[in-house]
Protein backbone atom coordinates (compact mmCIF):
# COMPACT_ATOMS: atom_id res chain seq x y z
CA UNK A 1 0.00 0.00 0.00
CA UNK A 2 1.19 3.59 -0.69
CA UNK A 3 2.01 5.55 1.97
CA UNK A 4 3.27 8.24 0.57
CA UNK A 5 2.14 9.61 -2.85
CA UNK A 6 3.43 11.92 -5.33
CA UNK A 7 1.61 13.37 -7.79
CA UNK A 8 2.37 13.70 -10.85
CA UNK A 9 4.85 10.97 -11.58
CA UNK A 10 6.02 13.30 -14.18
CA UNK A 11 5.23 17.23 -15.09
CA UNK A 12 6.40 19.05 -17.84
CA UNK A 13 6.29 23.24 -17.50
CA UNK A 14 7.34 26.38 -19.54
CA UNK A 15 10.06 28.10 -18.66
CA UNK A 16 8.41 30.89 -16.03
CA UNK A 17 5.02 29.30 -15.90
CA UNK A 18 4.37 28.43 -12.27
CA UNK A 19 3.71 24.68 -11.59
CA UNK A 20 3.05 23.22 -8.31
CA UNK A 21 4.10 19.46 -7.51
CA UNK A 22 1.73 17.73 -4.51
CA UNK A 23 2.51 14.82 -1.88
CA UNK A 24 -0.11 12.79 0.54
CA UNK A 25 0.90 10.72 2.93
CA UNK A 26 -1.29 7.85 4.86
CA UNK A 27 1.30 7.64 7.75
CA UNK A 28 -0.03 10.60 10.12
CA UNK A 29 3.66 11.68 10.17
CA UNK A 30 4.00 15.04 11.69
CA UNK A 31 7.31 15.82 9.81
CA UNK A 32 7.10 15.81 5.79
CA UNK A 33 10.30 17.24 3.84
CA UNK A 34 11.03 18.13 0.21
CA UNK A 35 14.24 17.02 -1.54
CA UNK A 36 15.93 18.46 -5.02
CA UNK A 37 17.95 15.81 -6.58
CA UNK A 38 19.46 16.14 -10.12
CA UNK A 39 20.77 13.41 -12.03
CA UNK A 40 23.53 11.68 -10.47
CA UNK A 41 23.19 13.59 -7.63
CA UNK A 42 22.07 13.21 -4.19
CA UNK A 43 19.16 14.49 -2.56
CA UNK A 44 19.24 18.53 -1.35
CA UNK A 45 16.74 18.88 1.59
CA UNK A 46 14.52 22.49 0.27
CA UNK A 47 12.87 22.62 3.50
CA UNK A 48 10.52 20.80 5.87
CA UNK A 49 7.29 21.02 8.09
CA UNK A 50 7.39 20.30 11.51
CA UNK A 51 3.41 19.84 12.50
CA UNK A 52 3.05 23.57 10.73
CA UNK A 53 5.93 25.12 11.57
CA UNK A 54 8.00 25.53 8.20
CA UNK A 55 11.82 25.07 7.95
CA UNK A 56 13.55 26.78 5.29
CA UNK A 57 17.12 25.81 4.45
CA UNK A 58 19.27 28.45 4.25
CA UNK A 59 20.19 27.98 0.53
CA UNK A 60 16.87 27.36 -0.80
CA UNK A 61 16.46 29.94 -3.46
CA UNK A 62 13.51 32.22 -3.00
CA UNK A 63 11.62 30.41 -5.87
CA UNK A 64 10.75 27.84 -4.04
CA UNK A 65 7.29 28.02 -1.82
CA UNK A 66 5.68 25.26 0.59
CA UNK A 67 2.51 24.88 1.72
CA UNK A 68 0.95 22.37 4.29
CA UNK A 69 -2.72 22.53 4.58
CA UNK A 70 -3.19 19.67 6.70
CA UNK A 71 -1.26 16.38 8.11
CA UNK A 72 -1.77 14.67 4.95
CA UNK A 73 -1.25 16.98 2.51
CA UNK A 74 2.04 19.15 1.63
CA UNK A 75 2.63 21.26 -1.87
CA UNK A 76 5.88 22.46 -3.08
CA UNK A 77 5.75 25.23 -5.85
CA UNK A 78 8.08 27.06 -7.97
CA UNK A 79 7.36 30.52 -9.23
CA UNK A 80 9.20 30.57 -12.31
CA UNK A 81 10.80 27.31 -13.04
CA UNK A 82 14.01 28.05 -14.89
CA UNK A 83 16.16 25.48 -17.01
CA UNK A 84 18.26 24.82 -13.66
CA UNK A 85 14.91 23.67 -11.66
CA UNK A 86 14.71 20.69 -13.99
CA UNK A 87 15.08 17.37 -11.55
CA UNK A 88 13.58 14.92 -9.28
CA UNK A 89 11.49 16.47 -6.67
CA UNK A 90 11.07 14.04 -3.69
CA UNK A 91 8.89 14.38 -0.54
CA UNK A 92 9.48 12.27 2.74
CA UNK A 93 7.95 11.65 5.91
CA UNK A 94 8.75 10.69 9.18
CA UNK A 95 7.67 10.58 12.99
CA UNK A 96 9.52 13.49 15.01
CA UNK A 97 9.78 13.43 18.05
CA UNK A 98 11.03 15.20 20.78
CA UNK A 99 11.48 18.90 20.86
CA UNK A 100 13.57 19.72 17.89
CA UNK A 101 11.88 17.15 15.97
CA UNK A 102 15.39 14.61 16.01
CA UNK A 103 14.29 12.19 13.55
CA UNK A 104 14.51 8.22 15.05
CA UNK A 105 12.61 6.53 12.93
CA UNK A 106 13.11 5.92 8.98
CA UNK A 107 11.75 8.61 6.47
CA UNK A 108 9.30 7.47 4.30
CA UNK A 109 9.90 8.55 0.51
CA UNK A 110 7.61 9.02 -2.51
CA UNK A 111 8.33 8.28 -5.73
CA UNK A 112 9.33 11.30 -6.85
CA UNK A 113 8.28 13.81 -9.52
CA UNK A 114 10.50 14.30 -12.59
CA UNK A 115 9.93 17.94 -13.57
CA UNK A 116 11.25 18.95 -16.81
CA UNK A 117 11.05 22.61 -17.81
CA UNK A 118 10.92 23.56 -21.81
CA UNK B 1 27.24 20.91 9.50
CA UNK B 2 27.71 17.27 8.29
CA UNK B 3 29.50 16.07 5.74
CA UNK B 4 29.42 12.04 4.11
CA UNK B 5 30.90 11.25 1.51
CA UNK B 6 30.79 8.20 -0.61
CA UNK B 7 34.13 7.67 -2.42
CA UNK B 8 33.10 4.40 -5.01
CA UNK B 9 30.36 6.00 -7.41
CA UNK B 10 29.96 2.70 -8.84
CA UNK B 11 30.36 -1.02 -8.05
CA UNK B 12 29.48 -4.02 -9.35
CA UNK B 13 28.86 -7.69 -8.34
CA UNK B 14 28.08 -10.94 -9.38
CA UNK B 15 24.88 -12.88 -7.84
CA UNK B 16 25.35 -14.69 -4.81
CA UNK B 17 28.43 -13.12 -3.80
CA UNK B 18 29.34 -10.72 -1.08
CA UNK B 19 30.31 -6.70 -1.82
CA UNK B 20 31.26 -3.64 0.44
CA UNK B 21 30.13 -0.20 0.04
CA UNK B 22 32.08 2.70 1.65
CA UNK B 23 31.05 5.41 3.17
CA UNK B 24 32.60 8.08 5.69
CA UNK B 25 31.13 10.84 7.89
CA UNK B 26 32.32 14.58 9.65
CA UNK B 27 30.30 15.49 12.37
CA UNK B 28 30.60 17.67 15.62
CA UNK B 29 27.32 15.87 17.48
CA UNK B 30 28.13 13.03 19.89
CA UNK B 31 24.18 11.95 19.39
CA UNK B 32 23.60 10.93 15.29
CA UNK B 33 22.38 8.17 13.63
CA UNK B 34 23.77 7.06 10.27
CA UNK B 35 21.39 5.36 7.76
CA UNK B 36 21.76 3.40 4.02
CA UNK B 37 19.34 3.78 2.19
CA UNK B 38 18.33 2.04 -1.40
CA UNK B 39 17.24 3.93 -4.48
CA UNK B 40 15.97 1.22 -7.02
CA UNK B 41 15.06 2.56 -10.87
CA UNK B 42 11.52 3.20 -9.74
CA UNK B 43 13.38 5.77 -7.55
CA UNK B 44 11.49 5.42 -4.43
CA UNK B 45 13.74 5.43 -1.54
CA UNK B 46 13.89 2.94 1.04
CA UNK B 47 15.81 2.42 4.46
CA UNK B 48 18.19 -0.65 4.03
CA UNK B 49 19.65 -0.41 7.65
CA UNK B 50 19.94 2.17 10.41
CA UNK B 51 22.67 2.66 13.02
CA UNK B 52 22.61 4.58 16.39
CA UNK B 53 26.06 5.62 17.01
CA UNK B 54 25.93 5.57 20.58
CA UNK B 55 25.20 1.81 20.29
CA UNK B 56 28.60 -0.32 19.71
CA UNK B 57 27.32 -2.97 17.69
CA UNK B 58 26.86 -3.08 14.50
CA UNK B 59 23.27 -3.20 12.48
CA UNK B 60 22.35 -6.17 10.83
CA UNK B 61 19.33 -6.52 8.79
CA UNK B 62 19.22 -10.36 7.12
CA UNK B 63 21.99 -9.76 4.09
CA UNK B 64 22.64 -6.32 4.94
CA UNK B 65 25.24 -5.35 7.81
CA UNK B 66 27.35 -2.70 8.53
CA UNK B 67 31.14 -1.84 9.92
CA UNK B 68 30.46 1.07 12.23
CA UNK B 69 33.91 2.33 13.45
CA UNK B 70 33.19 5.48 15.27
CA UNK B 71 36.59 6.78 15.65
CA UNK B 72 37.04 6.67 12.03
CA UNK B 73 33.93 8.08 11.12
CA UNK B 74 33.51 4.90 8.57
CA UNK B 75 30.23 2.97 8.11
CA UNK B 76 30.39 0.62 5.55
CA UNK B 77 27.45 -1.77 4.37
CA UNK B 78 28.26 -5.18 3.19
CA UNK B 79 25.71 -6.86 1.30
CA UNK B 80 26.05 -10.55 1.15
CA UNK B 81 24.75 -13.08 -1.39
CA UNK B 82 23.72 -10.15 -3.56
CA UNK B 83 20.61 -10.62 -5.59
CA UNK B 84 19.60 -8.86 -8.71
CA UNK B 85 17.16 -7.00 -6.89
CA UNK B 86 19.82 -5.63 -5.24
CA UNK B 87 20.70 -2.96 -7.92
CA UNK B 88 20.42 0.21 -7.05
CA UNK B 89 21.69 3.39 -6.20
CA UNK B 90 22.81 3.04 -2.54
CA UNK B 91 23.22 6.55 -0.37
CA UNK B 92 24.91 6.85 2.88
CA UNK B 93 23.10 9.51 5.27
CA UNK B 94 23.80 10.94 8.54
CA UNK B 95 21.43 12.77 10.69
CA UNK B 96 21.96 14.23 14.50
CA UNK B 97 19.76 16.26 16.60
CA UNK B 98 18.64 19.59 15.16
CA UNK B 99 19.29 18.60 11.57
CA UNK B 100 18.02 16.75 8.90
CA UNK B 101 19.31 14.12 6.92
CA UNK B 102 22.37 14.75 4.80
CA UNK B 103 22.97 12.31 1.89
CA UNK B 104 26.30 11.44 0.40
CA UNK B 105 26.69 11.38 -3.24
CA UNK B 106 25.13 7.49 -3.48
CA UNK B 107 26.98 4.72 -5.15
CA UNK B 108 25.67 2.57 -8.02
CA UNK B 109 25.38 -0.87 -7.25
CA UNK B 110 25.14 -3.27 -10.48
CA UNK B 111 24.24 -7.22 -9.63
CA UNK B 112 25.32 -8.94 -12.47
CA UNK B 113 23.37 -12.42 -13.47
Redesign the interface.
Known amino acids: DAMVIQNPRYQVTQFGKPVTLSCSQTLNHNVMYWYQQKSSQAPKLLFHYYDKDFNNEADTPDNFQSRRPNTSFCFLDIRSPGLGDAAMYLCATSRGVGMTGWLNTEAFFGQGTRLTVV | AQT ?1 TQSQPEMSVQEAETVTLSCTYDTSENNY ?1 L ?1 WYKQPP ?6 VI ?1 QEAYKQQNATENRFSVNFQKAAKSFSLKISDSQLGDTAMY ?1 CAT ?4 S ?2 T ?4 TQLTVNP
Do not use: D, N, P, T
Open positions: VYFSRQMILRFEASGRLFGEG
